[in-house]
């Protein structure tokens, strides 16, 4: 069974045709990337996955279970976590308090257990606190964490904004440009942490990036959207090669 399968994925604003028929299958602990020439479809393929936009034609399911049409808030506790480009953090909280609103979304407290604050609302909100700290430690974001998440430079914001999403305990992990904005050394850090969190915390992860030594490191295959359609897909090395794929960047500029 795939991990995640799209199905004749078609997604339209209006009268754009933003995705024409995706078919696309992700085996358990692959990582896959998506590039394209921008307007491609790359970030509504995401959107879609997460139900923030409707797919108008065509199925999406995760684990065999069709998810089309689930409620998007239903799409976290299935086990599936994104990062997006422009940082989605609080930036007036502290990454603790970051990470902390992240984990009780993935286990919301019931209301009248947090008022009374039982035993057994305590012994989750250590978990959490336990957790959270795990991933801390995993990502070396320990310093950082009773800094204004606003107020880090902006490589180590991505960094909390990958461990925001590592706090739902992901077992597909969505990943929209980890390099936008990293220097060639932030750059090498953040395909060390693409590597292990997909070897030793088992995420299958689905990735759009322009960087393409960052693709190249860490691609198990590349899938190259253009124009809402797959144009093709292989290797790193082979999509690089790809004569096609050379038209199609050529063709935006
Ligand atoms: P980029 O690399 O620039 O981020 P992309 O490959 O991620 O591009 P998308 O953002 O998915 O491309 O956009 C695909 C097409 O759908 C574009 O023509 C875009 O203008 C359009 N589009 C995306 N989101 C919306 C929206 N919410 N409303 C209207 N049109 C949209």
Known sequence: MSELELNGLEVSFGGIRALRGIALDLEQGEIVSLIGPNGAGKTTVLNAICRMVEASRGSISYRGQDITRVRPHLIARLGIARTFQNIHLLTGATVLENLMTARHTQTPMNPLAALVFSHRAKQAELRNRESVEEILAFLGLQRFRRQAAGELPYGIQKVVELARALCLEPKMLLLDEPAAGLDTEEVADMALW???????????????EHNMNLVARVSDRVVVLDQGRILTQGTPESVQASPDVARAYLGMS
Do not use: E, P, W
Not at 194 to 208: H, K, S, V
């Open 194 to 208: 693409i590597q292990d969190i997909n070897r030793r915390r088992g995420a299958t992860i689905l990735m759009i």
